[in-house]
């Protein structure tokens, strides 16, 4: 469910970024993983299959850019700062880190798609209507403790 509301989420920031031509159009898409991590590489791969699953097929209308910032908040910066040089189309930010990062880095000149990040009001990725700010959105894996 929660892969479905990702792929959906990013879908539509595709699709709105320009009308549909008769020349089928290319869409880059950068992949910001903070670190290497189970749960972290089954968003990515989620996200893919999801994408591939709508119809989106690498090298005939979208190509990935993939890069994993091993843990390292600096070498996180950096990549944040070069997907956004390189303007892609969208940014999928897997893990708190490389979502703040790459909400900062974009400044809402590229829309962000973030996944695992545990409290999105928190860390200023969505307002306290958990809805997203700006062209920033994504889902949550906070957990519901209390119940």
């Given at each position: ?23 089928q159009?290319?869409?880059t ?43 390292d ?9 070069s ?9 999928v ?11 900062n ?26 809805l ?13 403790v209390?119940?």
């Amino acid at each position: 469910m929660k892969k479905m509301l990702v792929i959906t989420l990013a879908l539509m920031m595709l699709l709105s970024l320009s009308a549909a031509s008769a020349e089928q159009r290319v869409y880059t898409v950068a992949i910001g993983q903070y670190a290497v991590h189970g749960s972290l590489d089954n968003c990515r791969e989620g996200f893919l299959a999801g994408m591939k699953d709508m119809g989106f097929e690498e090298g005939v209308n979208v190509r990935y850019e993939y890069q994993n910032a091993q843990a390292d908040f600096g070498l996180a910066t950096g990549i944040a700062d070069s997907f956004v040089a390189k303007k892609p189309d969208l940014i999928v930010a897997i893990a708190t880190p490389m979502a703040v990062l790459s909400a900062n880095s974009a400044d809402g000149k590229i829309p962000v798609v973030y996944s695992a990040v545990s409290s999105p009001i928190n860390d200023k990725l969505a307002g306290e209507d958990r809805l997203g700010l700006g062209p920033i959105t994504g889902t949550s894996d906070e957990l519901p403790v209390e119940k």
